[in-house]
T-cell receptor, first 115, second 114 residues
Framework: GNSVTQMEGPVTLSEEAFLTINCTYT??????LFWYVQYPGEGLQLLLK?????DKGSNKGFEATYRKETTSFHLEKGSVQVSDSAVYFC??????????????FGQGTELSVKP | DTEVTQTPKHLVMGMTNKKSLKCEQH?????MYWYKQKAKKPPELMFV???????INESVPSRFSPECPNSSLLNLHLHALQPEDSALYLC?????????????FGAGSRLTVL
């Protein structure tokens, strides 16, 4: 079946440190891959996505590249800020799927950035 | 309008009460979703509506009853809930059609069952 595995948290970094959150997946077909972020007390927001192999998604300084050969979609940011403190979810939808995207989430990684 | 609006934000109910959660979007999305999220866990899919028809029910107990009155509204009717049903309930919407579509989530309704 389809699944997503993320590195366990919590991850604690100092401001301006480099961030990597690992995500690997198992899927049949050609999944689309997503990173969602959940700030405290809020719902989930899309951070970035990639829909085919070698695509790079980017937003707000975050990047992730769809690597089919390693079935990975690791999230990176060169210099984190306190405001990046949140829970990050890696997710996929398997295609073809013609009734809307059924997201399969990883377990989430909590990031805490200290000043 | 690029938002999904959920009401109420907080709800406390007894095990014999009947209540409803509401969700509204005006983005022209034709797929709408209910997710349940426990603390420090990923959201779990409950129901999917596509073009106002229920397309996925993830074996959710019948004490949860979804309803999609029109393309902009989604309700979740609650009856005879258990304390373990306490959670954050998230509504989401997307363009229907392919798995590459992005889900837009609401801020959630935090439910406490006493």
């Amino acid at each position: 079946g389809n699944s997503v595995t993320q590195m366990e948290g919590p991850v604690t970094l100092s401001e301006e440190a480099f961030l990597t959150i690992n995500c690997t997946y198992t899927a049949t077909g050609y999944p689309s891959l997503f990173w969602y972020v959940q700030y405290p007390g809020e719902g989930l927001q899309l951070l970035l996505k990639a829909t085919k192999a070698d695509d790079k998604g980017s937003n707000k300084g975050f990047e992730a590249t769809y690597r089919k050969e390693t079935t990975s979609f690791h999230l990176e940011k060169g210099s984190v800020q306190v405001s990046d403190s949140a829970v990050y979810f890696c997710a996929l939808t398997a295609t073809p799927y013609n009734q809307g995207g059924k997201l399969i989430f990883g377990q989430g990684t909590e990031l805490s950035v200290k000043p | 309008d690029t938002e999904v609006t959920q009401t109420p934000k907080h709800l406390v109910m007894g095990m014999t009460n009947k209540k409803s959660l509401k969700c509204e979007q005006h983005m022209g999305h034709r797929a709408m979703y209910w997710y349940k999220q426990k603390a420090k866990k990923p959201p779990e899919l409950m129901f999917v509506y596509s073009y106002e028809k229920l397309s996925i029910n993830e074996s959710v107990p019948s004490r949860f009853s979804p309803e999609c009155p029109n393309s902009s509204l989604l309700n979740l009717h609650l009856h005879a809930l258990q304390p373990e049903d306490s959670a954050l309930y998230l509504c989401a919407s997307s363009l229907a059609g392919t798995g590459a579509n992005v889900l837009t989530f609401g801020a959630g309704s935090r439910l406490t069952v006493l």
